[in-house]
């Protein structure tokens, strides 16, 4: 008897034994049944519905898997923002809850950094911000005390971007002035304008065209297409239907917007190069294909592979608790005929 119980009672400690590890390995994310530790990584993009973005969280995801190993397993969920702060806010809040080991955001609103920034230094999570840039006064006045290194900021600075398309136009044998009066007639086409891409492209382009070229020019038109390609096909056919033969170049903040500007420069009888210029930013495989084709005067690359590929460094140091500097950034280059081929 006594035998029996205590044969009983090892395989009753046995099984209590088995039960605590299957508990421990399916609610303890820090280690997978291979043996590997898991990291979480949370990411949530503005919207998925953006061209650019959308080559972009694409590249992180692929670029994560590479990551992976024997030691370490890099679990990403991605969300998309919806283009609505609140969806977004919702996620974030979860991730939070879940206890990410590090988030990469690309805000729908920029000025919500203050905020998110706020929620993962209480919780200790560090972020990398993509994309949107938040102010730099929300930067500085978070990068104190136990959070200071755990957050950064991967992006480009769209200062550079607009400055090249100011170029792209000034450096033509006419610098864009088809009619020869000493100015150049543009419309603009604007993304988002809470975002600084768009703010800051909107005027370097200009700046810069300006100083470059020496001339002055003159604003027929400028509005909002979102960086959204139907916006940028109706806009420009209003544009075209207003302004007519004025318009010496149009503008767009990015690639999306001047696809689809391209489409009504077409169906107005106009000829790009030609008796109009047309410039982007991105480098889409379309734009490129469209600028060695002559149908595009020129783009800007903003180089996604580069970004995706440092936002993901920043997260894994992070996660290995290594400091991160405050601002991480990835050149633009200025897409031509002359080497838009190296960009395909
Ligand atoms: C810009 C890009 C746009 C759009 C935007 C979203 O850098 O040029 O196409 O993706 O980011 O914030």
Known sequence: MKKLLSALLASVMVLSLVACGQKQASTDSGSAASGAKTVRVGVSIYTFDDAFMTLYRNELA??????????????????????????????????????????ILNLVQSTSAATVMDKCAAAGIPVVFIN??????????????????KFTYVGADARQSGRFQGELIADLPNKGDINGDGKLQYVMIEGDPENVDAQYRTQFSISQY??????????????????????????????????????????????????????????????????IYLVGVDALAEAVDAVIAGEMTGTVLNDHVG????????????????SLDLYNWVDYVKVTPEN???YK
Request: charged share 30%; proline share 1%; glycine share 8%.
């Open 62 to 103: 692929k670029y994560f898997e590479s990551k992976s190993n024997d030691q370490v397993k890099y679990e990403v969920t991605m969300q998309d923002g919806k283009n609505d702060q609140s969806e977004q806010t919702n996620q974030i809040d979860n991730f939070i809850t879940q206890g990410y080991d590090v988030l």
């Open 132 to 149: 949107r840039e938040p102010s730099e006064s929300d930067m500085q006045s978070h990068n104190t005390g136990d959070f200071a290194g």
């Open 210 to 275: 300006k100083e470059k070229a020496g001339l002055d020019v003159e604003c027929l038109d400028d509005q909002v297409g979102n960086w959204q390609r139907a916006e940028g096909q109706r806009l420009a056919a209003n544009a075209l239907t207003q302004y007519g033969d004025q318009i010496e170049v149009i503008f767009c903040n990015n690639d999306d917007m001047a696809m689809g500007a391209k489409v009504s420069i077409e169906a107005a009888g106009r000829k790009i190069n030609d008796n």
């Open 307 to 322: 970004q995706s590929h440092k936002a993901v460094d920043c997260a894994v140091d992070a996660a290995e608790g290594k």
């Open 340 to 342: 838009a081929s190296q």
